[in-house]
Every structure is written in C-alpha cells, then in structure tokens.
C-alpha cells in the first residue's frame, strides 16, 4: 500500500513539474505583458484565466493570448482599468483609473475597440402610461434636458389638446416646434398629459405618460398613441 501512495505521490509531483514547465513556454501576444506568466495554457499560448507580468500586468481572462472577458489591467504608470476585454483591447462595461494633474480620475461606462463610448445607459423607468402604444428614450449626448416626439400613423403629432407637462425639476418649454424640459436636476419625474385623435382618426382620447430619469444626460422622448 505504502509503495502505492509514493507512486501515486511520485506521478503527481511530475505532472506539476511539467504544467509549471509548461507555463515558460504559454506565450502572451501584447508586448507589454510579455515577462511571467502563470495560469492556462492552450496550444502554447495564455487561454483562461491567468496572470501576466511584463512592464504592465494583466490578471483576469486569456484567450489565444490576449486579454480577453474579464479583467484587471495595470499599466507601468499606474493607471488601472477593471472590466471586459476582447482580443487585447478593452470592450465592453469597464471602469478606468487615472489622475489628470495629480487628481483622481475614473471613466466608468462603455467601451469600444479600446475607446470609450461614454456612461453605462441607465434605463428611465415608466410609471405610469395610458392609450400609449409605443415609446423609446435615447440619452442624446451629456447635458441636462429631455425633448418629446409625440407621433400618431408615422408621423409628427401636432393635433393635440389640453397639453401639460408637469417636471419635478427643470423649466418645461412648449411652443410650435417642440416640447421639453431644459435644466433639470437629476433624477426627475415627468408627466406628460394630452388629448390626441385615436390611431382610426375617430375619437379623441386621454393620453398620459409619467416616467422617471436618474441619469444625467440631454434625452430624447418618443411617444406614440
């Protein structure tokens, strides 16, 4: 039996040996992290998760050798970035860590082929509609304010009646052209109430939507009765 275990104790010790040997020769594509490296290996080079240690330091998920899924990121000069990667490039949520002129900094949202594209779109939440058939809200640009479309049959809807847009911040503006609310402070609750021809040109009805928006931002509102 004893004779048994050193065998077993044996063969294991040597398949470690040869996955540690292993690592040396598990390669990683980015320059920068070329050094150490410790974690899974497939066809020679980093796949999984792993750790590289080169003039910057990755540690997070590899695929064919790249960074790639999740991952910490940390730069030679101290800045970090934690979230997703693809292929070597940052892509998709993340959040990235740096100073401007000694002062703490984060952009924290999406990014794209290595490129931020901005804040992480926090969806506005409906809390009440009525003979409302379809809307849509599309964060335009940074900003503090929200614009309405109001549309029937595919087009702009200017036939409306005992219109009222009542905002828990902002300064609402109507006239002609548009409907909206300029300078609020976020969140903001906003109804929007209207008396509009049906979708069969038959009757007049009461149209309300009541909504709230917790990110900051100049907001396009579509409305469709």
């Not at 065998?7 to 040996?17: A, H, P, R, T, V």
């Not at 929007?192 to 931002?217: D, L």
Request: aromatic fraction near 12%; charge should be positive.
């Amino acid at each position: 039996m004893k004779n048994i275990k050193y065998y077993l104790l044996g063969i294991f010790i040597i398949l470690q040996s040869s996955f540690l040997l292993a690592q040396d020769d598990c390669k990683v594509i980015v320059p920068e992290l070329q050094g150490t490296y410790t974690g899974k290996c497939k066809k020679g080079l980093a796949h999984g998760q792993g750790k590289a240690v080169g003039k910057d330091t990755y540690e997070g998920s590899f695929k064919k050798g790249y960074p790639h899924g999740n991952g910490t990121y940390t730069w030679s000069t101290g800045e970090t970035y934690v979230g997703r990667w693809k292929m070597g490039e940052r892509d998709g949520e993340g959040s990235y860590h740096f100073q401007v002129n000694g002062i703490d900094s984060i952009k924290d949202g999406i990014w794209e082929n290595d490129k931020y594209k901005g804040p992480k779109i926090v969806t506005p939440k409906v809390i009440h509609k009525e003979a409302v058939l379809r809307y849509s809200f599309k964060r335009m640009s940074d900003g503090n304010s929200l614009f309405f479309t109001i549309k029937s049959n595919g087009t702009v809807n200017r036939d409306l009646e005992d219109l009222s847009v009542i905002s828990s911040s902002g300064v609402v503006y109507q006239n002609t052209n548009s409907i909206g609310v300029e300078t609020i402070n976020f969140p903001v609750i906003v109804k929007i109430k209207f008396r509009a021809w049906n979708a069969t040109h038959t009757e007049r009805h009461n149209v309300t939507f009541e909504f709230e928006i917790s990110q900051p931002g100049n907001w396009s509102v579509d409305i469709v009765n």
